[in-house]
């Protein structure tokens, strides 16, 4: 899915725009966030809280 298709998905507010935005972006952001945090599980929160805020600002 375009990028510009899961923007419009957070703006209907369709709960489908973190699951697409998961599988688009899920494993990048995990190895970033673990890179930086070194546990898996603080990685997967701090993942988790970023789908949150892109939530939140729409």
Do not use: P
């Given at each position: 899915?375009?990028?510009?298709?899961?923007?419009?998905?957070?703006?209907?507010?369709?709960?489908?725009?973190?699951s697409e935005t998961?599988?688009?972006?899920?494993?990048?952001?995990?190895?970033?966030?673990?890179?930086?945090?070194?546990?898996?599980?603080?990685?997967?929160?701090?993942?988790?809280?970023?789908?949150?805020?892109?939530?939140?600002?729409?």
């Amino acid at each position: 899915m375009e990028d510009s298709q899961i923007i419009g998905l957070y703006y209907k507010r369709d709960e489908a725009a973190i699951s697409e935005t998961e599988a688009k972006y899920g494993s990048f952001c995990h190895v970033v966030a673990l890179n930086i945090l070194s546990l898996n599980e603080d990685a997967e929160e701090c993942v988790n809280d970023t789908y949150l805020r892109a939530w939140s600002s729409f």
